[in-house]
């Protein structure tokens, strides 16, 4: 039972070009909605987090979009560059943090 | 900066194999976990401690254990190891409270043959 539904799996965008990640979640207790990034062969690191209380949070390209009423959340980056290549997990947490499947993003060129 | 060292960045095992996972953490962090990850599951969590000697199954705990003797050290077992269990293997630590920031180490890729 997959709580945390997140899409697309892969994503190929251009420099210079956004990148959206979505992700939904079923569970209306969850009050945490971190991102983590993962470049290959290394560990996930936390990028951005928000809280239900508000609906945008930005730090520099990177923005998270939160809709309460319709239970989904999305990562936002501007600007796309080749060094944010990486795996994408959108998590949500009440009790636990539960992750979503995981997006590659590819930024060609 | 905090460091979560895994043991092992490649590990091939037989089937029925016993297998032992070590992790260890540098920062005094109250909470480790264990998860496993696979293509298209994303992040699965196994086990989770948030002390010494303590532990909580998370949400596929079947075929594995844990142990934690000291505070810095995580360790997951395997009783007997099965093909199924061919995985990456990342452990987290963070410092308290629920919502705190996971520290990942970079991961244990099992293969049981």
């Known amino acids: ?109 | 900066d905090v460091k979560v060292t895994q043991s092992s960045r490649y590990l091939v095992k037989r089937t029925g194999e016993k297998v032992f996972l070590e992790c260890v953490q540098d920062m005094d962090h109250e909470n480790m976990f264990w998860y496993r990850q696979d293509p298209g599951l994303g992040l699965r969590l196994i086990y989770f401690s948030y002390d010494v000697k303590m532990k909580e199954k998370g949400d596929i705990p079947e075929g594995y254990s844990v142990s934690r003797e000291k505070k810095e050290r995580f360790s997951l077992i395997l009783e007997s190891a099965s093909t199924n269990q061919t995985s990456m293997y990342l452990c987290a630590s963070s410092l308290g409270g629920i919502n705190e920031k996971l520290f990942f180490g970079s991961g244990t890729q099992l293969s049981v043959l």
């Open chain 1, 1 to 109: 039972q997959q709580q945390v539904k997140q899409s697309p799996q892969s994503l190929i965008v251009q420099k210079g070009g956004i990148s959206i990640i979505n992700c939904a979640y079923e569970n209306t207790a969850f009050d945490y909605f971190p991102w983590y990034q993962q470049f290959p062969g290394k560990g996930p690191a936390l990028l951005i987090a928000i809280r239900p209380d508000v609906s945008e949070k930005k730090e520099g390209r990177f923005t998270i979009s939160f809709n309460k009423s319709a239970k989904q959340f999305s990562l936002h980056i501007m600007d796309s560059q080749p060094g944010d290549s990486a795996t994408y997990f959108c998590a949500a947490s009440g009790s636990r943090l539960t992750f979503g499947e995981g997006t590659q993003l590819t930024v060609n060129p």
